[in-house]
């Protein structure tokens, strides 16, 4: 495995018979040096599987490396992409999760160091961008109107910041693990690092369902609107015997990954609507319940990065 600003397509065996490419193909820039990569491939020799990992556009256009497939062609057999697709098939495209921002410097969580037993101090947590005309603004009307608000940790921006500070890194680190829930509005895709990453820290995401302005959407390929049978009625049972959406829904996009494969997060369609009602599940549940729950959270993202690596 090779990366870093010195990996050139120069730089590549002549004898190689097996490549994985891992590109980004976000913004025209980024497109243009995955282009680069792609356009070398013919001058291997002995090449005989090509496939590539990639970082699709928030709005799933990805038509640049169609030429590049073999089914066009081209000698990349098989793309593995980030984002809800509907190009995706499990023939020629896979889809492939988000993940956390490394390059945001997120490091990687060891679950065996997390303490899952203890109270945590912040029933739901917010630290994000919330833009102008936008669900984040609906997001913090229903948190200030709530009557469970001081039970959070919010802290709202009005401008995206690219790079962390060590100190804003620690923040929300220490927050995401601190916290029962973690708020996950929809940005220029549902997809977000947030999902990941308060997984990770055994914080339940809990996620805007609603699909984004673009090309992404469910594949023609898969039969939408399967009910999940979610069997952890641990995780959808509230003190009062109660059912709410966690983990629950249908395989249809957007993050039908997640929802084929049981993830443990809240889905809700309407933050107006609907916060209320998730915080107040929240406060009927004992702390033993959250713990349970917390300890399966953990559980459930570390066998979910196995199974993806075993796709």
Not at 80 to 107: H, I, K, M
Not at 294 to 300: F, H, K, N
Request: charged fraction near 25%; proline fraction near 7%; glycine fraction near 6%.
């Amino acid at each position: 495995f090779r990366t870093g600003p010195g990996v050139v397509p120069s730089k590549v065996p002549r004898d190689t018979e097996n490549l994985l490419l891992i590109l980004n193909g976000r913004e025209p820039s980024k497109v243009e040096v995955s282009k680069m990569w792609l356009e070398f491939l013919p001058s291997l020799p002995l090449l005989r599987n090509a496939a590539v990992v990639l970082l699709g556009n928030e709005r799933c256009d990805n038509s640049w490396i169609h030429p590049y497939m073999s089914i066009h062609g081209g000698l990349v057999k098989a793309i593995f992409l980030v984002y809800d697709s509907p190009e995706v098939d499990n023939v020629n495209f896979f889809q492939w999760p988000l993940g956390v921002a490394t390059y945001r410097d997120f490091p990687v969580i060891d679950p065996s160091g997390l303490p899952l037993n203890h109270k945590r101090p912040y029933t739901f947590n917010f630290l994000g961008t919330v833009y102008k005309n936008s669900s984040r603004e609906t997001l913090m009307s229903a948190i200030n109107s709530s009557m469970y608000r001081h039970q959070g940790f919010v802290k709202p921006r009005l401008e995206w910041l690219p790079e962390e500070t060590a100190e804003t890194r620690d923040e929300y680190l220490r927050v995401l693990s601190h916290s029962d829930l973690t708020l996950n509005p929809v940005g220029i895709n549902t997809e977000c690092y947030r999902i990941y990453e308060s997984l990770a820290l055994g914080s339940v995401p809990v996620i805007e369902d609603i699909m984004t302005p673009g090309l992404c959407g469910d594949s023609p390929s898969f039969q939408s609107h399967r009910s999940i049978n979610n069997s952890n009625e641990i995780l959808l049972k509230t003190a009062h015997n109660k059912e709410y959406n966690l983990g629950r829904g249908n395989y249809s996009a957007p993050l039908r990954l997640l929802k084929e494969l049981h993830a443990p997060v809240i889905f809700i369609k309407d933050w107006k609507a609907d916060l209320d009602a998730v915080l107040q599940n929240e406060a009927h549940m004992s702390d033993a319940d959250i713990i349970k729950r917390r300890e399966y959270v953990i559980q459930w993202y570390e066998k979910f990065k196995v199974q993806i690596e075993n796709i």
